[in-house]
């Protein structure tokens, strides 16, 4: 029977579709492929437990042959995708340079741009926009970044890790460009919403310089008084 919480494959299987604020849902459900999407929207502190665990414990009885994705746009960097990733084995993708051959991840660092005054304040100019290799400088093209994507391989940054982890963001997409992704960069530095930025288009954790300090940094800014 297909309806708006499962639908019946050709094969005689289910999709089922549940959702993790619910965790009673997940009670009940013997499977070996889960797939969870957006699990920061999630709230994993309730009286039934932490949804992510619950869905993950109904996939083990099927052992080595399970399967369990979890995907999201991060939020904090307490936040569950960012718990889950700093867990697994965290591959970044990393790309060659066209010019000297050195690999390396696309990261925001290296998008260099100019800054233009506009009625009195200094913002972003993305026709400026582009990606430098940080060995030789080299400024990519946009053919350049596309072919260098294309050529790219995963690579992991914590072996020891079981759990295969990946981390993406739009500076890989085929679908954009710098300019355009220095262009969003520009209109959440005019509306102060940097953090939706850093979340939707670098797909990394933003948590201002107004944040709690953790009490292990404060015990070492203590000082004798």
Not at 128 to 146: D, K, L, W
Not at 175 to 202: E, G, H, P, R
Request: hydrophobic fraction near 30%; aromatic fraction near 10%.
């Amino acid at each position: 029977v297909n309806n708006t919480s499962q639908i019946q494959l050709r094969n005689g299987g289910f999709w089922y579709f549940m959702s993790l604020n619910s965790p009673s849902h997940l009670r009940g459900k013997t499977l070996p492929l889960l797939l969870l999407d957006e699990v920061d929207a999630v709230e994993t502190d309730t009286e039934e437990g932490n949804p992510i665990m619950i869905a993950e414990q109904r996939a083990t009885t099927f052992g080595e042959d399970a399967r369990v994705f979890i995907c999201s746009t991060p939020t904090g960097k307490y936040g569950a995708i960012n718990t889950q990733y700093e867990n697994s084995d965290k591959r970044k993708y990393h790309v060659p340079c066209p010019e000297c051959g050195h690999k390396h991840e696309l990261i925001w660092e290296n998008i260099k741009f100019e800054w233009l005054k506009q009625d009195g304040k200094s913002l972003p100019d993305p026709d400026s926009a582009y990606i430098q290799c940080p060995v030789c400088e080299h400024h990519f093209t946009e053919g350049e970044r596309a072919r260098a994507v294309k050529q790219g391989e995963w690579v992991q940054t914590n072996p020891e890790s079981n759990v295969a982890g990946f981390h993406i963001s739009r500076l890989y997409s085929p679908m954009s460009s710098i300019k355009s992704v220095v262009a969003d960069f520009k209109d959440a530095f005019q509306t102060f919403s940097l953090s939706t930025f850093y979340n939707t288009v670098l797909g990394i954790p933003f948590d201002d310089l107004n944040e709690e300090l953790e009490s292990s940094k404060l015990d070492e800014l203590k000082t004798d008084i």
